[in-house]
């Protein structure tokens, strides 16, 4: 058994349940961490929660079916992601989507109490696939993975779920599933969550290119894993005001992404202030901002990154605590499906 595991509780508690996760698609990234991570490791250490962190592999299959290696590379790394930022396999549950049973046979329950007009008008849905542009040949699966996402978050009863804003119409969706179900079956069985999100502005920060978003497909994002010369190279590289050409020329501080990303990250907002006054009334070059934000970056990311190393020195380690972690989760999904199985009528043989 590898050195990071640990033993945890099998029984639920009375406390209020998150259920929150990724994609294996690849190495998370800033945006990430900015918009979710942080929210997770402040919730989990608050003891106020049971928290179960997902790794959703059978979602990100949806559209990487011919592609199952780069999942299957991915699990590890966004895993190596969790423990690097302070996720504690002590205090919260990570477990893979894949390896809970229980969650198929709920989605194919919920898919009965779901149009497909209704899937249809989902608008996160709808931009995605659009954004992938599947055009006619949308899979299948991806289509209706706002039901499957409706059953990883009613399976473990989660009352809060941390997304960025983008995400709320799938909540509403879920929450839809709930109400159907408890009142086709006459039984308060599945939980209505609520939604958590990021503070105002972190939703979703822009990618380095000064594209609204920040992406693994878009190769414009500094990741959690990035080593100090990659990160110093991407933020000397970054987008700032075209208009800016000299130092003496006044510049623009709006859609300006090296001081969107001062705003959120550097804590002397004093001191961001006046760079911003510099730079618009001209004298201030681009370059010395960078340096300032590689500077601000580097503090925040060189704990994380060390972190990272050294649990990506044990892999066997972090293999084990996926396999702990999806086996307590196994058991409270089994137990909700028993439920439901129960109030449907096809508990046949008890």
Same mark, same amino acid.
């Given at each position: 058994?590898?050195?990071?595991?640990?033993?945890?509780?099998?029984?639920?508690?009375? &406390?209020?349940? %998150?259920?929150? $996760?990724?994609?294996?698609?690849?190495?998370?990234?800033?945006?990430?961490?900015? $918009?979710?991570? &942080?929210?997770?490791?402040?919730? *989990?250490?608050?003891?106020?929660?049971?928290?179960?962190?997902?790794?959703?592999?059978?979602?990100?299959?949806?559209?990487?079916?011919?592609?199952?290696?780069?999942?299957?590379?991915?699990?590890?790394?966004?895993?190596?992601?969790?423990?690097?930022? $302070?996720?504690?396999?002590? &205090?919260?549950? %990570?477990?893979?989507?894949? *390896?809970?049973?229980?969650?198929?046979?709920?989605?194919?329950?919920?898919?009965?109490?779901?149009?497909?007009?209704?899937?249809?008008?989902?608008?996160?849905?709808?931009?995605?696939? &659009?954004?992938?542009?599947?055009?006619?040949?949308?899979?299948?699966?991806?289509?209706?993975?706002?039901?499957?996402?409706?059953?990883?978050?009613?399976?473990?009863?989660?009352d809060t779920v941390p997304v960025g804003d983008d995400q709320e119409p799938m909540l509403e969706q879920t929450r839809e599933i709930v109400r159907s179900f408890n009142n086709v079956y006459g039984q308060e069985i599945l939980v209505e969550p609520e939604g958590y999100f990021p503070a105002k502005g972190l939703g979703r920060i822009p990618g380095l290119d000064g594209n609204a978003k920040m992406s693994k497909s878009l190769n414009n994002a500094i990741y959690l894993g990035d080593d100090a010369d990659t990160i110093q190279k991407k933020v000397m590289s970054m987008y700032t005001d075209p208009e800016h050409i000299h130092v003496e020329d006044p510049g623009h501080i709006e859609g300006n992404t090296v001081f969107t990303y001062l705003d959120i990250f550097a804590d002397d907002k004093a001191k961001v202030a006046d760079l911003k006054a510099q730079y618009q009334h001209g004298g201030l070059g681009d370059v010395k901002i960078k340096r300032y934000l590689n500077d601000v970056l580097q503090a925040e990311l060189k704990p994380i990154r060390e972190r990272r190393e050294h649990f990506a020195a044990d892999p066997a380690g972090v293999y084990d605590i996926l396999k702990q972690g999806s086996e307590k989760a196994n058991q409270v999904a089994a137990q909700t499906l028993r439920e439901v199985r129960h109030a449907v009528g096809i508990d046949y043989f008890g």
């Amino acid at each position: 058994m590898g050195r990071f595991l640990v033993e945890r509780k099998i029984l639920m508690t009375n &406390k209020h349940v %998150i259920l929150t $996760g990724d994609r294996p698609t690849g190495k998370l990234h800033i945006g990430h961490y900015v $918009g979710s991570l &942080k929210n997770r490791v402040m919730l *989990q250490n608050t003891g106020d929660y049971d928290t179960f962190i997902m790794i959703a592999d059978t979602q990100a299959l949806t559209d990487n079916a011919r592609d199952p290696e780069k999942i299957r590379h991915s699990l590890l790394q966004v895993a190596l992601d969790y423990l690097a930022v $302070g996720i504690d396999p002590a &205090k919260s549950t %990570i477990l893979v989507q894949s *390896q809970i049973p229980a969650l198929s046979e709920l989605t194919m329950t919920y898919l009965n109490l779901v149009s497909v007009a209704r899937l249809n008008r989902n608008p996160t849905v709808k931009t995605e696939i &659009k954004q992938k542009a599947f055009g006619e040949s949308v899979p299948a699966g991806f289509f209706i993975y706002p039901v499957s996402q409706a059953a990883d978050i009613t399976a473990f009863k989660a009352d809060t779920v941390p997304v960025g804003d983008d995400q709320e119409p799938m909540l509403e969706q879920t929450r839809e599933i709930v109400r159907s179900f408890n009142n086709v079956y006459g039984q308060e069985i599945l939980v209505e969550p609520e939604g958590y999100f990021p503070a105002k502005g972190l939703g979703r920060i822009p990618g380095l290119d000064g594209n609204a978003k920040m992406s693994k497909s878009l190769n414009n994002a500094i990741y959690l894993g990035d080593d100090a010369d990659t990160i110093q190279k991407k933020v000397m590289s970054m987008y700032t005001d075209p208009e800016h050409i000299h130092v003496e020329d006044p510049g623009h501080i709006e859609g300006n992404t090296v001081f969107t990303y001062l705003d959120i990250f550097a804590d002397d907002k004093a001191k961001v202030a006046d760079l911003k006054a510099q730079y618009q009334h001209g004298g201030l070059g681009d370059v010395k901002i960078k340096r300032y934000l590689n500077d601000v970056l580097q503090a925040e990311l060189k704990p994380i990154r060390e972190r990272r190393e050294h649990f990506a020195a044990d892999p066997a380690g972090v293999y084990d605590i996926l396999k702990q972690g999806s086996e307590k989760a196994n058991q409270v999904a089994a137990q909700t499906l028993r439920e439901v199985r129960h109030a449907v009528g096809i508990d046949y043989f008890g």
